[in-house]
């Protein structure tokens, strides 16, 4: 969602730009709408194993848990692959490597 709103790519939004983006695009929506319009491509219908990336990359940075795996960056990116790959095989029912909407929902 960071990277929508941050099209001049300064690297910095404002709230005013967060709660603009916030209220015209995403505030009417369901919860699994939102989740679908964060995690995907704007204009996109399916969700990619890549678009799971940024998350993950602010969780493995971020979360205390995962402390272990920040002086390893090569079993950062497997650890990340196992999870987006347990995700998929959990939501992608017709395994064609995409979410859609109707998946994820």
């Excluded at 990116?77 to 347990?86: E, H, L, W």
Aim: proline fraction near 4%.
């Amino acid at each position: 969602m960071f990277r929508r709103i941050d099209k001049s790519n300064k690297g910095k939004i404002t709230k005013d730009e967060f709660l603009q983006v916030w209220k015209t695009d995403f505030e009417r929506l369901e919860q699994s709408k939102r989740v679908f319009r964060i995690l995907s491509k704007p204009g996109a219908t399916h969700i990619d194993n890549d678009d799971f990336k940024p998350i993950l990359k602010e969780l493995l940075e971020s979360h205390p848990g995962l402390n272990f795996l920040q002086a390893t960056p090569e079993f950062q990116d497997r650890y990340a692959d196992t999870v987006v790959m347990r995700i998929f095989f959990s939501i992608d029912t017709n395994d064609d490597g995409r979410i859609s909407y109707r998946d994820l929902k």
